[in-house]
């Protein structure tokens, strides 16, 4: 698969910054992979949260979905969801060392006008106890409309490090 992934954009954050947004996303590729890796907040127990961007700018618009079985290594198996919400919410991370998030989601109908745009999600994260716990599932964004990226942001506080990558995915 390595080649047939082409890099869009490629973004370290090594100081806090209050968002990270990846644009690219063009009528060049159907499929997109987006990819992040050892992503912290500089603020304790924060959620990690997604939105699509439209021109460069998030959708703060309330048309996020999603549905996510949620595996815990010290603790039970949860599936959850939400309806009508302003972001595609991912797992809760800290501060303490070796807590982070790292992630995998393929974008789907990100260009097309008349469908909405979806992607599928697997995301490990690390807590303080060194739990391991696991997101799998998807999002939609309910709004038939052309997208160009998305944008990472913590519930509070800033994203203190970790590196983003989007990549078109050759047919």
């Known amino acids: 698969m390595a080649g047939s992934l082409v890099l869009i954009q490629d973004t370290t954050v090594t100081s806090g910054v209050s968002a990270v947004t990846l644009t690219g996303i063009s009528s060049t590729f159907s499929?997109?992979?987006?990819?992040?890796?050892?992503?912290?907040?500089?603020?304790?127990?924060?959620?990690f949260k997604m939105r699509v961007t439209t021109s460069g700018t998030p959708d703060?618009?309330?048309?996020?979905d999603d549905a996510i079985m949620f595996m815990k290594s010290a603790g039970s198996f949860a599936k959850t969801g939400g309806q009508n919400q302003d972001h595609f919410p991912f797992d809760t991370c800290g501060t303490a060392t070796g807590e982070e998030l790292d992630g995998v989601l393929y974008l789907f109908n990100f260009q097309n006008s008349s469908e909405y745009s979806f992607a599928t999600v697997e995301v490990a994260?690390?807590?303080?106890?060194?739990?391991?716990?696991?997101?799998?599932g998807g999002f939609v964004h309910t709004?038939?409309?052309?997208?160009?990226?998305?944008?990472?942001?913590?519930?509070s506080g800033n994203i203190a490090s970790g590196k983003f990558q989007l990549f078109g995915l050759v047919k």
């Open 31 to 47: 499929v997109y992979k987006l990819v992040f890796n050892n992503v912290a907040p500089d603020t304790d127990a924060q959620i």
């Open 60 to 64: 703060s618009d309330s048309e996020y």
């Open 125 to 136: 994260s690390l807590n303080s106890s060194s739990a391991l716990r696991s997101q799998t």
């Open 143 to 155: 709004v038939a409309e052309t997208n160009d990226g998305v944008s990472f942001f913590f519930n």
